[in-house]
Each structure stands twice: as C-alpha cells, then as structure tokens.
C-alpha cells in the first residue's frame, strides 16, 4: 500500500530552494534551468518506492571518483531518477547504460540530457531492474532504491560470473550497508554478509547524510564498494542458500541445538539420501504419506538420522559453534561433510529464482 504522496513543495525538510539546488549538480547547466525548476518541482517522489534523490554535488563527485571510470567504460546506473548522478557519469565514461522503472524520471532524464548533447553516449532502460536483462557494462554506480536492495544485489554479485564487472559502487541505506560489510563475531553478522562475501570482496567508502537527499529519508546513508571475485568456491549455490537460510535462522543458537529439533531433522531426512537409513538397503522410504510424498519418519529412522547428523556436527567441532561466529570457510567445510555424508538442505523438486533464494528471510 502507498505511503501519502509528498511534493517537494511540500515537505518542510526538502523545500523548492533545495530542488533548484538538485537541477544544477550537472556542469553547463541548461539554459532552460527556470522552466526545469518549475516542471520538477510538480513531481510527485514516493518514499515507499525508494525514491530520495541525492542533491549534494560534493557527494555526487566522490563517488564518481571513488568509481574509478575509464575514458573506455560502460557504466550501469540503476534508479537514475532525475538524472543528478547520470550527467556526472556521463562526463567522464564513454557511455551510461541507466534504468528506470518511473516513465516520469525516464522523461526528464533524457530531457536534461539532451540539453547538455550528451544523449548519444546514454542508453536508457525503461522497465524493473529485477526484471531486466542487463548489456554488457564494465562497472556499476548507482544510488540503489532501498526497497530493491537485496535482491538488486543479489543479481548483480550472483550473475557476475555471466556478465563480468570490475566493481559496483552503490549508495545503500546504512543499516544494510553495515550489515554487508559485517565480520563474524559482531552483532550485524547475518546471513546477507555470508552470501555476499561467498561472490565478492565488500569495502566501506563513506556516510551520507539523510539531510542530503531529497525528499530526505529517515534514516542515513552508506557507499560501499563491491568487487566480485575472481576465484569462488566450488560448491552448489542452491544447496549452500538453503544451508546458510537453516544455520542463520538462529544465528546465535549453537548448531547442535539447531539440529536436534524434531521438525528440522525430519524436513531433512525426506530431502537426504542417507544409505541403510530407512531398512531396505538402499536409502529408500519405504511408503508414502497422505500428500504422496515418500515418508521417512519412523522412530527409528528418525533416531538413525539424528545420530548421523550429530556425528557430523561432532566429528568437525561443530557442535557448540554458533553460526554468527563462524566464517565463510568453516561454513563451506561444515556443509561439504554434511554433503559427503548424504545429507542435504536443497529440494531439487522445487525451482526457486536464484536472487530471492540468496535473500529470502533476511
């Protein structure tokens, strides 16, 4: 549901003088600049759909800078909204590929623009950028919609491998951002800086103020730096999603009690394939229960695979860790003996979009 529309005239913290201000971060601005102030200042900016646009010129140029662009690069902008970023982009790359879901921002982007003549080195996307099928672009820097960004990064550090970059600069709200640049051991651990740092190295770059946005949000901002790595591991990413959404569930609960629960153990029998488990020899279930699905939850059974997966859990030390204390290596070893051993956190059966699959639960 909408939050009540705002106009920039409107809102007392974000008035008319502070909107000029955002119409003249470009350089050689228009000359048209009163009819500009007098058409933007009507736009309706939605806080539910993420849109602040950042105005301070000082910001907009450090993080240019901190980018590091070549005179040879395509930049992939997501969320240009007016165009404050764009035009700084547009003066140092070759060439700026920016998409933008609001008709209205996608119209006055291409008209402040065009003012400056530097339409044919942008390429503007109108459409969902979750939904998107990205070119081929060398870096990403964009002030990144707040309702987007965990999935929005997760498209971009997961399909890295498909479609290369050197690195992403992104403006993110600054809980999340301390989320993601978060160490094991440190209360913001959690499961969005394991999956990240599975793909990519994360570098912090500076605050922003909320007071430098408009309209102003109600909380501050962060830059960060994302590389994605050359080298990952070599482990199935659905199986170590599905693991890392068990272990995180509880993140300060130590695993040996995240196991033992009854409703656990028997969500990962039926998606296991532990030999002699069940009594017929061949790691089968031997009936089905009402929904037709193969039932394995037999006293029994349900006792043979707890021990198996304690004996896991025991044999490399894991028992009285604490997933919030643990690295990504210690993680990808827990999970491949718990592999070797026949048990599994992924259902095959079920097809899951890969970026809400990194995310989901967060």
């Not at 048209?32 to 736009?43: Q, R, S, W």
């Not at 051991?185 to 999956?195: P, Q």
């Not at 830059?223 to 599905?242: F, Q, T």
Request: net charge positive.
């Amino acid at each position: 549901m909408l939050q009540p529309r705002k106009t920039l005239t409107n809102n007392p913290n974000c008035n008319l003088k502070n909107f000029r201000r955002l119409l003249r971060t470009g350089s050689n601005y228009g000359k048209n600049n009163g009819e500009d102030d007098e058409e933007e200042a009507k736009i309706r900016l939605y806080k539910s759909r993420g849109q602040h646009l950042l105005t301070n010129p000082r910001i907009l140029d450090s993080i240019v800078r901190t980018s590091e662009i070549k005179p040879d690069d395509t930049v992939l902008e997501i969320g240009p909204g007016t165009g404050n970023l764009t035009l700084k982009l547009l003066e140092v790359a070759k060439k700026v590929v920016a998409v933008e879901v609001d008709k209205r921002m996608v119209e006055i982007l291409h008209k402040r623009v065009t003012e400056r003549g530097l339409q044919h080195r942008l390429n503007v996307i109108s459409g969902d950028a979750l939904k998107t099928e990205f070119p081929e672009f060398n870096l990403v820097v964009a002030n990144i919609p707040y309702n987007i960004s965990s999935p929005l990064l997760a498209k971009l550090v997961f399909g890295a491998k498909a479609n290369p970059f050197r690195s992403a600069t992104l403006l993110l709200q600054k809980e999340f951002a301390r989320r993601l640049l978060a160490k094991p051991g440190e209360t913001e651990y959690n499961r969005l800086a394991v999956n990240v740092k599975l793909m990519a190295e994360v570098e912090f770059i500076m605050d922003v103020s909320k007071r430098d946005f408009v309209p102003c949000p109600k909380v501050d901002s962060s830059v960060v730096k994302v590389y994605p790595k050359s080298k990952i591991p070599d482990v199935n990413l659905e199986e170590w999603w599905a693991f890392t959404r068990t272990c995180f569930s509880k993140k300060n609960k130590t695993l040996g009690a995240t196991f033992k629960q009854k409703k656990k153990l028997i969500e990962l029998m039926k998606l296991s394939k532990v030999e002699g488990l069940y009594g017929d020899g061949n790691g089968k279930c031997l009936g089905y229960d009402n929904n037709g699905d193969e039932e394995c939850t037999s006293d029994m059974s349900s006792e043979l695979f707890k021990g198996k997966v304690i004996s896991v859990l025991e044999s490399g030390g894991f028992s009285d860790k604490r997933p919030s204390k643990l690295s990504n290596d210690e993680l990808l070893q827990l999970l491949s003996q718990f592999n070797e051993a026949g048990i599994y956190f992924h259902d095959h059966k079920r097809s899951s979009n890969a970026y809400d699959a990194a995310f989901d639960d967060l």
